[in-house]
């Protein structure tokens, strides 16, 4: 099924197609409707009214209601929009925290400016944390702690968790990682040994992928960062590998059956 | 607030709400339930009211209150989930709640096995893809409001959609043709 056949099935299954069709039953209280409503800046005066009674005690209600309201949407809001999830966090461990939300969104290049460029050859390292983002479904760390250092700062998580089918197939579902930060920069990153997974992706679309896999992934043929294991570290790369991630998968379960 | 300034931006949110309510309550459709949505919807605008001085001009305004939408859906989800667990607890106690109002949807074959693989699919792949397809935003401000990168958005999308196809695949793709086997000695 090809993608503009996936999007013209989602297009019809839009429950709500024609936003100006839809009946809309008028969920605001009138602006001004005998003087109350919630956009006065005067009715705080009126509240205060020292024994409403009758339409007035029912107006009040609706009011400190409304008001109730919209403070909890306002908090809503303001939580959405300016908390930090790691602001109980020490600052390193904030930082790795961050880092591993980048790659959970697949945001490569949050997660390269959250490293730095000192010591780094900036076009590779971008390269491969593409890979790392774009490769894998989610990433999260767990049970982090900062250890400080002679002139350096280690955090250590417990397990970083990586959404793989191809992973799972080869019982590696988490992996120890590490950090370490040496003038507010990150120095060494360690995300524990995949290459098992690595190489089972690898043989298989040699195998099965021929074309693309020459074309995207084959370090033989293409100028990138790569690794032992036989294919380049890069985004395009990523996105062959995130494609056949499932069948690579059922291949490795099902013994690695040659064609 | 001086009087006249009060007027005129309350003049100026009723022009706004004029112009997006419709499309910001389709957004709240699209992801809840009917009377979810229309609570969604108030939530959204009230907090736009409180908010409305920074709330960006054309053509960023409607990206700007889908993403307070969003978030206003999110709480309604955990409160839901917070209803269903208390709900569990009360039967446990052997207390039976009152049902809520029935919600009773209708849909196609196709539209139910797109409905079932989009669920399977993150909640931020689902949101991509409501946005891109359902909301029809541009990528660029698909990407400002999910914070990602316009590349990002266009990467996460594409794996986003061929994993839906490969969901739906096996249950829209046509199974050949058999004709009903004919019983023996079935007669007349």
């Known amino acids: 099924m090809t993608i503009d056949q996936v999007r013209a099935i989602a297009r019809r299954a839009n429950p709500a197609p024609d936003p100006d069709a839809l009946e809309l039953i008028d969920p605001l209280p009138p602006f001004d409707r005998e003087g109350s409503g919630i956009m006065s800046t005067t009715q705080i005066e009126e509240i205060e009214s020292p024994t409403p009674s009758g339409p007035k005690r029912a107006w009040l209600a609706a009011a400190v209601a409304v008001a109730v309201l919209a403070f909890g949407a306002i908090a809503i809001y303001m939580n959405g929009y300016q908390s930090d999830p790691f602001a109980g966090e020490t600052p390193a461990v904030a930082q790795t925290m961050r880092w591993v939300a980048a790659l959970d969104d697949g945001n490569p290049e949050a997660a390269v400016d959250l490293m730095g460029t000192d010591d780094w050859d900036r076009d590779d390292m971008a390269s491969t944390v593409a890979f790392l983002a774009l490769s894998a479904r989610g990433y999260a760390a767990e049970d982090c702690v900062e250890t400080p250092g002679d002139g350096h700062i280690l955090v250590t998580c417990a397990s970083l968790v990586i959404d793989d089918p191809i992973m799972e197939a080869t019982d590696l579902t988490s992996l120890p990682f590490a950090m370490e930060y040496a003038d507010g920069l990150v120095a060494i990153a360690d995300l524990g040994d995949r290459s098992v997974a690595l190489r089972a992706f690898s043989s298989y679309a040699r195998e099965f992928e021929t074309g693309r896999f020459d074309q995207v992934c084959n370090s033989l043929i293409l100028q990138g960062p790569s690794w032992m294991t036989g294919h380049v570290l890069t985004a395009d790369c990523a996105l062959l590998y995130a494609d056949v991630a499932d069948d690579v998968a059922a291949w490795v379960i099902a013994g690695r059956p040659t064609p | ?188």
Not at chain 2, 42 to 62: G, M, N, Q, V
Not at chain 2, 72 to 89: D, E, W
Not at chain 2, 105 to 117: D, G, I, T, Y
Not at chain 2, 151 to 171: C, D, F, M, T, W
């Open chain 2, 1 to 188: 607030m001086g009087k006249e300034a009060d007027t005129q931006k309350r003049s100026e949110f009723e022009k706004l709400y004029a112009s997006y309510r419709n499309r910001v309550y389709a957004y709240c459709i699209r992801r809840s339930t009917a009377a979810d949505a229309a609570d969604a919807l108030s939530e959204t605008f009230l907090t736009a009211w409180r908010r409305f001085d920074d709330i960006p001009d054309a053509p960023k305004t409607l990206a700007y209150l889908y993403g307070i939408a969003g978030r206003v859906i999110s709480n309604q989800r955990r409160a839901t989930g917070r209803g269903k667990r208390l709900r569990r607890k009360l039967e446990g106690l052997g207390v039976t709640p009152p049902e809520g109002p029935a919600t009773l949807v209708l849909l196609n074959s196709e539209q139910a096995a797109f409905r079932a693989a989009l669920q399977k699919l993150t909640p931020k792949d689902q949101e991509l893809i409501m946005l891109d397809i359902w909301e029809e935003l541009p990528r660029v401000q698909i990407a400002e409001i999910m914070s990602m990168s316009r590349q990002a958005v266009n990467q996460r999308l594409h794996r986003a959609y061929k994993r839906l196809g490969r969901s739906l695949e096996p249950i829209l793709e046509p199974t050949p043709f058999s004709p009903p086997i004919a019983k023996e000695g079935g007669g007349a």
